[in-house]
């Protein structure tokens, strides 16, 4: 059997300095808190702020590539009929970015539309094509050329400088 120590019964001879002591005491760890839950706080919108500016920049750039009035507004457009859920348009779409982006910052506009949206089944009737291809459209808002099927980056980089030679601003 284990002894229990026994409490000294003595008077507290520190008196009112041992209580100013232990009340210096709490305030440290309570403003610890604080300043610690200050710099989280901090941290949080930081990382919340920079990642809610990321996002708004992908949304506008995907309201503004599945804009369908940019066709004929001068610059030569590419346009791919698009459903988002076919792998095959998917991948599709990641070679065209791709291939856009080895042509740079030329005057080629990229344009997605959306076959289950009525605009986009409706460009899609009226140039008489299905999901998976890309028409390629002039300055003025004439289609150019068709690019059917999953096509890759190299073979779409070629096209679309050779769109862009034809019909691109001289």
Request: glycine content about 10%; overall charge positive.
């Amino acid at each position: 059997m284990k002894r229990q120590k026994r409490r000294s019964k003595r008077p507290n001879r520190a008196g009112p300095k041992t209580r100013a002591r232990s009340e210096v005491a709490d305030e440290v760890p309570a403003r610890r808190v604080f300043l610690r839950k200050i710099r989280n706080g901090a941290v949080a919108t930081l990382v919340v702020g920079t990642g809610g500016w990321f996002l708004i920049g992908k949304v506008r750039a995907t309201m503004r590539e599945q804009d369908l009035t940019q066709i004929g507004n001068g610059n030569p457009t590419v346009v791919q009929i698009h459903d988002p859920q076919c792998s095959q348009c998917v991948a599709l779409q990641r070679e065209a970015r791709d291939a856009l982006c080895e042509i740079g910052d030329a005057d080629l506009q990229y344009v997605v539309a959306n076959i289950r949206s009525p605009e986009g089944r409706q460009l899609a009737t009226a140039n008489g094509v299905g999901h998976v291809t890309l028409l390629l459209f002039d300055g003025a808002g004439k289609r150019q050329g068709i690019l059917a099927g999953p096509n890759k980056s190299d073979y779409l980089t070629a096209a679309f400088r050779r769109h862009l030679k034809r019909y691109g601003k001289s």
